[in-house]
């Protein structure tokens, strides 16, 4: 493992915090050039087979290690995302860290069962179909799951045997850094794992467009994910698979209270998890109308019940938002919507927070109306919206109305209605009677404007990573 070896044409990196507003440290910047020569380095590892020759199982004996080495230092991985994302603690310790522990030991543990194919040819031929490394490959990740979306690419990128470009989020680059410190320990390579710690607009830039690059892995919001691809198209035409954004429906349907405060629980965890800075945050409810006035009254009291505060505190289940500037947008959006008619629904700010942090209490909006902003866009904060529905139809066609398809959930007794909505919603993963994204076995990815190009978890996870080879044999 290498890091960014910086030019000095790009300044230094400023990490902020969330909580205070104060610098908390000062990264390099990866320059256009620092990634040419970072993909030269990549390269030169990658053909001297000193990682991709390897057998798979070598490769995952490194690779669970590593996984040994960050659970180890989990409690430092779990700090460092709490400190630059203003992620709670606790979640971190509960669900980012064991997460990307697991995936890291879950694809090492994949490396050797994925296989090839035989093609039914006819006695004069044998067709064998291989899956091989594309070489060097690059991933770009967001800030608001630093380390858990690092590992869900270096776990089966570093499997299969690639030389990978990492680049973390401008705001979150820490965990990353310390897990690319850990894999070194763990006894990869020098350069077969570089993070590459810069601006989006160049170095992540640079990647998108370097020729030497073949595959891109992207998480982060869809204007950023057209960018992306338009500089892949004009290059080297690499393969790019893109994760972006999610406006997802929580559907109740009529028995959804037989679920009692389980709904609820999974309600509140669905908005607000990371504040709500999750791309399937179930930002939309969706409600019969029957039992809209409970829901929205229970979900209210639930929300107003979170414990807003410091994300280092064990207690806090409530941090700021990524930045002051995610701060105004998201109370521009539902300065709108109250000036436009809508309710909004909000037990305030605790007093004593620090003044410059970016907090904003969660939210819940009625009544707002249609086209608004709070409906139809991925405010990425504690916002969630609830409407109401009489029939399955509608249902399905308010769940349908947005661009993006990432996620939905359903809440019902009635399995038959159950597999007929999820059957009709236009989203890459549907969850009855739970919040869920699945677990390491199931794909996870995106409809329409959520992206494509490659799954993320599973085994699927692999094709983003490998390009097949047909060998024709012709026997005598």
């Known amino acids: 493992m290498s890091g960014p070896r910086t030019t000095g044409v790009e300044a230094g990196l400023d990490i902020v915090s969330p909580t205070t507003g104060e610098r908390i440290t000062t990264v390099p910047a990866a320059s256009e050039q620092d990634v040419v020569l970072a993909a030269e380095r990549a390269h030169q590892v990658f ?11 070598e490769r995952a004996a490194v690779l669970l290690s590593l996984a040994d080495l960050m659970e180890r230092d989990a409690e430092t991985l ?26 890291i030991r879950w694809f090492a543990e994949a490396a050797d069962k994925v296989f090839g194919r035989v093609a039914p040819t006819g006695p004069g031929s044998l067709g064998l179909v291989s899956r091989e490394p594309v ?42 850094l310390r897990l690319a410190a850990l894999a070194a320990e763990a006894g990869l390579p020098d350069d077969v794992l570089t993070v590459l710690t810069g601006h989006g607009s160049v170095t992540g830039r640079a990647l998108a467009r370097d020729p030497l690059v073949r595959a891109l892995s992207f998480t982060g919001s869809t204007a950023t994910g057209r960018r992306v691809l338009a500089d892949a198209a004009e290059t080297n035409f690499k393969r790019v698979s893109l994760e ?20 609820f629980d999974h309600m509140i965890e669905a908005a607000f998890l990371t504040m709500g800075q999750n791309c399937t945050a179930g930002s939309r409810v969706l409600v019969h109308h029957s039992i809209a006035e409970e829901v929205l009254d229970r979900f209210t009291a639930a929300a107003r019940s979170l414990t807003i505060g410091d994300p280092a505190d064990a207690r806090t289940q409530v941090g700021p938002l990524i930045s002051r500037a995610a701060l105004d947008r998201v109370a521009a959006a539902v300065d709108a919507a109250r000036s436009a008619g809508a309710r909004i629904h909000t037990g305030g700010l605790p007093h004593g927070l620090p003044p410059h942090g970016a907090y904003f209490p969660p939210t819940v909006v009625s009544r707002a109306p249609a086209g608004s902003a709070v409906l139809t866009e991925e405010l990425f ?32 007794r009635d399995l038959d209605a159950a597999f007929r909505l999820a059957r ?42 490998t390009r097949e080879k047909t060998v024709w044999i012709r026997t005598r």
């Open 135 to 176: 070489g060097v490959a690059a991933a770009i990740l967001p800030w608001n799951y630093p380390l858990a979306m690092a590992a869900w690419k270096v776990g089966p990128a570093l499997a299969a045997g690639n030389s990978l470009l990492l680049k973390p989020a401008e705001a979150t680059p820490r965990s990353t």
């Open 244 to 263: 972006m954004g999610g406006k997802s429906p929580q559907i109740l349907l009529p028995d959804a209270l037989d679920y009692g405060d389980e709904l």
């Open 424 to 465: 009709r919603i236009e989203a890459g993963v549907v969850s009855v009677n739970a919040y869920s994204e699945g677990d390491i076995t199931t794909p996870f990815g995106g409809w329409k404007q959520s992206g494509f190009g490659g799954a993320e978890k599973s085994t699927d996870a692999f094709a983003q990573w």
């Open 47 to 57: 053909a001297s087979g000193v990682w991709s020759g390897r057998s798979p199982r």
């Open 78 to 103: 779990a700090r460092l995302d709490c400190e630059d994302a203003g992620k709670p603690l606790t979640e971190c310790r509960t669900g980012d860290v064991p997460s990307a522990i697991e995936s």
């Open 381 to 412: 904060g504690p916002v969630v919206t609830v409407q109401t529905f009489s029939t399955e139809d509608e249902a399905a066609g308010l769940a349908n109305a947005t661009e993006y398809g990432l996620a939905a959930s359903v809440w019902t």
